[in-house]
């Protein structure tokens, strides 16, 4: 009887110790996969694409005053990233909003707006004089780039005209808007950002 019980005793230590070594196991696999996904989600504002939070694609391009402009050279910034064409009639209706904005509100909010013309889209022999007209007619003072190749346009997937893309002063994307934009609306979506 005496063995019998010694038995069943060492039966429950061995039991006993492989149900804590069992226990330990996964609460060390639980905490591998939570730094793991802690890891992931660090990442992801790292990584360059159209997905809100992500750093948005980067590109050079020459500006109608013949200066280079550089998207990422703006961190720091709010940015309203505006995709537009000088034929496109919501993107005349949008850019009287636009100017107005980056005069009464543009500095006081950290924000820039960058106005990247579709230059190659452009349905005159002399692209870059009816954008100039463009420009001149709406009296625009921010910096207008000219996308004079296909590049930046399948780069953000732009389909639509005007597309506007709120980037935070961390350069990810915020939001995506497709249309025509006013005063009011750009005000709110730039207070949104961070």
């Known amino acids: ?5 010694i038995g069943l005793g060492v039966v429950m230590v061995l039991v006993v110790i492989m149900l804590g070594s069992y226990i330990k196991n996964q609460l060390e696999a639980s905490e591998a996969i939570s730094e793991q996904a802690v890891s992931y989600e660090m990442n992801l504002d790292q990584v360059e694409g159209l997905e809100k939070g992500q750093i948005a694609p980067n590109f050079t391009l020459q500006t109608l005053t013949g200066e280079t402009f550089t998207l990422s050279e703006l961190k720091g910034k709010k940015v309203v990233l505006n995709f537009w064409a000088s034929w496109c009639p919501p993107c005349k209706k949008e850019m009287p909003h636009l100017q107005k904005y980056h005069d009464k509100y ?10 990247v013309n ?4 452009e349905r005159s022999m002399d692209q870059i ?3 100039q007209q463009f420009v001149d007619s709406f009296d625009l003072t921010f910096p207008i780039p000219l996308m004079e190749e296909e590049g930046v346009d399948k ?11 709120m980037i935070d002063t961390k350069g990810r994307i915020q939001r995506q808007i497709i249309g025509p934009l006013d ?4 005000r709110d979506h730039v207070k949104e950002l961070d």
Request: charged share 20%; no cysteine.
């Open 1 to 5: 009887m005496k063995k019998k019980a």
């Open 118 to 121: 579709m230059t190659h889209r």
């Open 129 to 131: 004089k009816t954008v």
């Open 183 to 186: 005063q009011e609306a750009l």
């Open 155 to 165: 780069l953000y997937n732009i389909i639509t005209i005007p597309s506007t893309f």
């Open 106 to 115: 543009a500095q006081d909010d950290n924000a820039v707006i960058v106005g």
